[in-house]
């Protein structure tokens, strides 16, 4: 090989190196003011952080992923050399809870709603509707929410004028109101946007900071989004048209924030139109409270694993512990057939013995798995 030509490769090699390394996903920090900084995630690296800095300790809004708990550490430590005190969860997700056990590990304590035991969730102390911590001259209040999931939660740093959002509010993305549907979506925005004022700061879990306007047309984008599913759903429109309809492509787009310059893939339009339908639009068949109380229960599968039904306010949901947890809500279609809400063709179909439930089938498209209704004697 001449020397020019290892000279060329040498050189090829090099622009290569320094384009990979720019390219290397970064926790990048924004300073809010002197006591608060957010922590931009992203490129496979979990949820979007909020850092406060107190005179004793520092308390963390979300924690990343389990694999990338130590890189957010080394950012961390950049910034300050105070223990990590406290970290509040906007719910369990693993891209934004998946790092609490490293924080624990090291003497931090976490806070978490409720709801995340059924979720998944790592916790220290778990709290119902509201939680209120306060860190010097900084009060943070934590508001539960049913949005993304039944754990959200919205943490309001009342001094520094600033509300994190968790996955309420993502603008990098399009919106997740897989739990509680749009009206738990609208609920979670509404609650910030009331705890905010004109100058208020509105941290996403993914995307960039907003304001009230750009939390406002996150709502009203929201909103469009589910007037047109709705009306294509009930005008026969199959999902692969929807996929093509112009008017709903333009409104998927406004769920962007135009700064970031990123687009919602096509390959995920489908599930989001799916999951739109299945948490916003499936009907219910009418069973009133006292008629759902017969589905209550325990119930356990031949591998000794167990889900509970039980009902509150005249709905009906099931969870699960174990290794795969979760807690949804079932939507009855019939007096046996029930839909699991915000799920992707999700059932449990009833079974009866002697007029009384006995198990039920749980289907996942065309897998199901049987289950056994515990008697208490």
Known sequence: MSTRTTS???????????????EEPRIIPEKI???????????????????Y????GLLLVDAMKDETAEKLLN????????????????????????????????????????NAVHEGGTGSVYFKDKLTISMGDEIIEVHAAVSHSYCDALIHFKKSNVVFMGDTFTNSWYATFSSGGVEGQFEAIDKALAAGNPDTKYLPGHGIPSNIAGLQNYRKTTGDWLKRVSELYRNGISIDDMIKDDELNTIKNNFIDERTGGIIPAARLRKFIERTISANLIPSYPIDKKGLQQYVGIYKYEDGTEEEIYGTDEKLFIRKNGDFQYISELLPQSESLFHLR????????????????????????????????????
């Open 342 to 377: 915000g799920g992707i063709n999700e059932w449990v179909d009833f079974t009866l013995e002697n007029g009384r439930i006995s198990g039920f089938n749980f289907k996942v498209g065309d897998e199901s798995v049987s289950a056994t209704k515990v008697v208490v004697e």
């Open 53 to 56: 800095i107190g005179d004793n």
């Open 33 to 51: 003011n002197d006591h608060l900084y957010f922590l931009h995630g992203g490129n496979g690296q979990g949820s979007n952080v909020g850092l």
């Open 75 to 114: 950012v961390i430590r950049t910034i300050s050399d105070k223990p990590i005190k406290y970290v509040i969860s906007t719910h369990a997700d693993f891209d934004h809870a998946g790092g609490n056990s490293f924080f624990v590990e090291r003497g931090a304590i976490v806070y978490m709603q409720e």
């Open 8 to 22: 060329i490769l040498f050189t090829f090699l090099l622009s290569l190196t320094t384009v990979f390394a720019q």
